[in-house]
């Protein structure tokens, strides 16, 4: 059974190429939900709102999860609130950009 974990690991295949990390771990993943039926919802958010990858890096993440075989369809929403900063960011990011 499908699960948030297999929601994260399709969503690690993501790569931000401005900064050559994945979203989950650069923590722009704020959440997924899976629906009985298959419909998964992604809430993310990006570095900054000017992102001028804003549409193609939500469309990377509906494919992404759409490649899995439980999945019928996949919702991404961009939120702002909280704001992204790169305490988010997993340990090993933080300490690649200097935090």
Request: glycine content about 6%; some cysteine.
């Amino acid at each position: 059974m499908l699960d948030k974990e297999d929601i994260y690991v399709a969503i690690s295949s993501v790569i931000d190429p401005e900064v050559g990390c994945n979203l989950v771990e650069l923590g722009l993943i704020y959440d997924a939900t899976i629906s009985s039926d298959g419909v998964v919802h992604v809430t993310m958010t990006l570095s900054t709102r000017g992102c001028p990858l804003h549409i193609a890096m939500q469309q990377w993440v509906k494919e992404a999860v759409e490649k899995l075989e439980e999945v019928k369809r996949c919702d991404v929403e961009i939120v702002w609130e909280p704001a992204w900063n790169i305490t988010m960011a997993a340990p090993h990011v933080r300490s690649r950009f200097g935090a």
